[in-house]
């Protein structure tokens, strides 16, 4: 067109429009350029209406849209939506403006789409629509569609043997989201068994399968009461995996994964895992891969609670389903008499830091137990320390792999000694015994003896001014405090015998059966207060547990806090009480499964519960 201008001695047509007094200048060449002008802008003016129709094969039952163009739309157009009575219709019509710029000059254009789904396979004809503008009718044409199958799609290369989690995250008009929900977004727990015996692991899985938008908080643990607890997998080791679920594709996350060790003989449930759960559909056919998000203890925001524009959100809860698992105790046949729970294959080793010492200088004893099985529950084993030599409570080192089912690895016990008399002496050796599941029988294994040589060298130059270790000045305040006491105990008999007078027999004190032994319950605990990782709380759980059942005679699926605070009740223990114990319980609980607390905490809390469980064993039980 600018051609025709140029002929006419004008720059371009757009000059003109720009200058009209150059239009004006020249009547006859303005006559002619006006005769142009109009041919061109009804040219422009054209109406055209399209029928598009996405390219290639559609799926047979898998959405498709059809969009119909109107070039050089008019406000008032009047547009006839055609007949898709061949098709099922999912929704439409979606109308969209917009404008665009070719040689030709600006185009308004308008966009009016429908999403339908064709049933079968075959070729169809998609209709034209029409449009009435300024009393004229504009059509489209129809246009042609292949459709196949899903086998023929994948067949050729079209679509992916796998199918696509996205599609599931389509909500259909008129389709129940919550029966949607239903089958694409559950919980499962698995356990590799359902009956053992005291000792022996039980691993217990939760996942969560989904097939769709979700974002999922855990509202509550399971309790594992009557089990010492080893974690394998949490939430936070994002472990996740594709599973097949009745011919259809999950996307699968381990929730959590555990080792259960039994503590005592009975029926005992695994409690449901709670979990509450926002899914997000489209309602449009918007392209969106699946995804899934779990999350504990998160308060959704304002802006999750709400759907936004073209999505639907839904909330939905769910758990698992309760799992018994019977322990059978362990045979009484073969039990030997220092048996004191390990439940696995051990061995077990022992050697010293130096065999040479001197007199009051400190010496280390390492006894190693390696193996498979409970080391949660495994104790330090006994030491029959020569009566020259005084042994302290030992330290406790774990190398552990969780990712075995029972554990794998070592427990390293060192034990701190000392002597104040020079000689050669003898450790004899050290058993552990232990219940095999394998072949159902007790076995037990030993360290040798060890000889450790104490001599007099070093204690003439202690004398001689050297600085003595911590350990020796407890030593010696211990034989100082000791002397004393055995003086004063004997003061008290010569003068008690002199001014004794006939008194009148008392009678004897007698222990009730059912008070327990606090200090020896919470000796593994004690033990274990500078172990790294969880088992020291692990251990002062197993202990209030064990308190309880011997205390309360509670048992199997009635040990958990509801019948423990029952008990307490019954027995007049305090509130106070009552709530203490719960609490250290559920501090427990944190620092085992989320090791929130500080290894400078576990001293006062072991404290606090020796005082509170002695405090519950010393009251007498109601008739």
Known sequence: MNYWFRLLGHRSFYELLANPVLLLGDMKKGILIISILLLVLAANAQVVLKTIVTEGP??????????????????????????????????????????????????????????????????????????????????????????????????????????????????????????????????????????????????????????????????????????????????????????????????????RKVQLYPLQAGLFTIDPMEVQSRVEFSTS?????????????????????????????????????????????????????????????????????????ARNEEGDLVVTIEGKGNFPQLVAPVVSWPKAMEGFEPEVKDSLNKELSPLEGRRVFTFRFISNQAGTYTIPAINLSFFDPDSNRYKTTSTKPITVEITEAAARKLQAGAKKEPVLKKSVLLWIITGVAILAATLFVVIRRKNRKPVQAEPVKITPANKPQVTGLLQPASILQEAEGHSFYAALRTAIWQFSSQKFKLSGSSMNKRSLQEELQQANITYADQQELLRILDACEEGLFTGALETGNRKELLEETRHLLQKIADTPLPE
């Open 58 to 255: 559609v799926i047979a039952g898998e959405p498709f849209v059809v969009q119909y163009v109107l070039e050089n739309a008019e406000p008032e157009d009047d547009f006839f939506q055609p007949d898709f009575r061949q098709f099922r219709f999912v929704s439409g019509p979606n109308t969209y403006t917009g404008a665009s710029f070719g040689a030709d000059g600006p185009k308004r254009l308008k966009n009016i789409t429908f999403t339908l789904v064709a049933l079968k396979e075959g070729h169809y004809i998609v209709p034209g629509a029409s449009v009435k503008l300024h009393g004229q009718v504009f059509k489209s044409e129809p246009a042609p569609l292949e459709v196949i199958s899903r086998a023929a799609a994948v067949q050729k290369g079209i679509l992916s043997e796998k199918p696509s989690l996205a599609t599931d995250s389509y909500l259909q008009p008129g389709e129940d989201p919550y029966e949607k929900i239903r089958h694409n977004l559950f919980m499962k727990v698995m356990v590799d068994k359902k009956a053992c015996v005291v000792g022996q692991p039980v691993t217990a899985t939760f996942k969560l399968y989904s097939r769709l938008n979700s974002k999922s908080d855990i509202v509550k643990n399971p309790g594992f009461y009557g089990f010492a607890i080893q974690d394998m997998i949490n939430l936070a080791d994002n472990v996740s995996a594709t599973e097949t679920v009745n011919g259809k594709k999950f996307q699968v996350h381990t929730v």
């Open 285 to 357: 056919m918007v392209s969106k891969k699946s995804e899934q998000e779990i999350v504990e203890g998160v308060i959704p925001t304002e802006d999750e609670l709400f759907s936004k524009p073209g999505f639907k959100v839904c909330e939905t809860s769910m758990h698992t389903e309760p799992v018994a698992i019977k322990v059978n105790p362990l045979p009484e046949h073969g039990r030997p008499a220092e048996f004191s729970g390990a439940t696995g294959k051990f061995t077990i080793a022992a050697s010293l830091e130096k065999q040479e010492l």
